[in-house]
């Protein structure tokens, strides 16, 4: 069974710093793209960055600049490091990623449970 699971939220000031990771586990044959979505009270979930295997980054235009992606192949793992934060960023994060799992064969989109991540003074 694949599970991914995220870590590192937490309460920031504006214009602070906060990195959240995820860790994907599991009986995986194969890691694609993988993907950050934040909810915030009363929205939609929104998709925020997204890493090719290959570690091509892409972002949504509202934190261009000051948010960036990486994964860690050897170990399942990508993070999302995030500065210049604002009260417009809190929001519950989410890790998403497709995965080919040993156990069927079959590429599955999977998410974790999300991460809290507050930004006030």
């Known amino acids: 069974q694949v599970k991914l699971v995220e870590s590192g939220g937490g309460l920031v000031q504006p214009g602070g710093s906060l990195s959240v990771s995820c860790v994907a586990s599991g009986s995986i044959l194969n890691i694609g793209d993988m993907r950050w979505y934040r909810q915030a009270p009363g929205k939609q979930r929104e998709l925020v960055a997204t890493?090719?295997?290959?570690?091509?980054?892409n972002y949504v235009d509202s934190v261009k600049g000051r948010f960036t992606i990486s994964r860690t192949n050897a170990d399942n793992t990508v993070h999302l490091q995030m500065s210049s934060l604002q009260p417009e960023d809190t929001a519950v994060y989410y890790c998403?990623?497709?995965?080919?799992?040993?156990?069927?064969?079959?590429?599955?989109?999977?998410w974790g449970q999300g991460t809290q991540v507050t930004v006030s003074s």
């Open positions: 890493i090719t295997s290959r570690g091509t980054g």
């Open positions: 998403n990623g497709d995965i080919v799992s040993a156990t069927t064969w079959r590429r599955q989109t999977y």
